[in-house]
């Protein structure tokens, strides 16, 4: 089962176009979460989607059903068997969407110190003006 399983994590990780899941943090497992949600209509536990990718520690067959689902697949047993002859499942290629973009936290801090600085000016030249 260890070879199928690290199969569908690669499969996953191919369709989502994200950096290396060795890097992902919390965030991204919560964000596979919400997008495997919004494509089965099934939810699963992030801490459990976490221990699948970090430890390969696998929750239940029904937590397989629903990743493999969210590849286009019947199933679990569907996965192995289409896979055990290498057989791959196209996929919907606008299915899925990029990670949403984030702010580096040093641009938020030197936006913070430029709006800081930017008050301050403003205010001085109010009070000059009266």
Not at 15 to 34: A, G, N, T, Y
Request: glycine share 2%.
């Amino acid at each position: 089962m260890d070879q199928q399983t690290q199969e569908l994590k690669r499969q996953i990780e191919r369709i989502l176009h994200w950096e290396p899941s060795s890097h992902w943090r919390l965030r991204d497992f919560v964000h596979l979460r919400d997008l495997v949600f919004s494509q089965t209509n099934q939810e699963l536990n992030v801490d459990d989607l976490q221990a699948f990718w970090q430890v390969s520690e696998i929750p239940s067959i029904a937590f397989l059903d629903t990743l493999t689902h969210f590849i286009e697949y019947e199933g679990w047993g569907d996965f192995c068997h289409r896979n055990q002859v290498s057989e791959m499942v196209p996929v919907r290629p606008d299915a899925f969407h990029a990670r949403s973009w984030e702010i580096p936290t040093r641009w938020i801090i030197i936006i913070c110190w430029l709006s800081a600085i930017a008050s301050i000016v403003v205010s001085i030249l109010l009070i000059r003006h009266r």
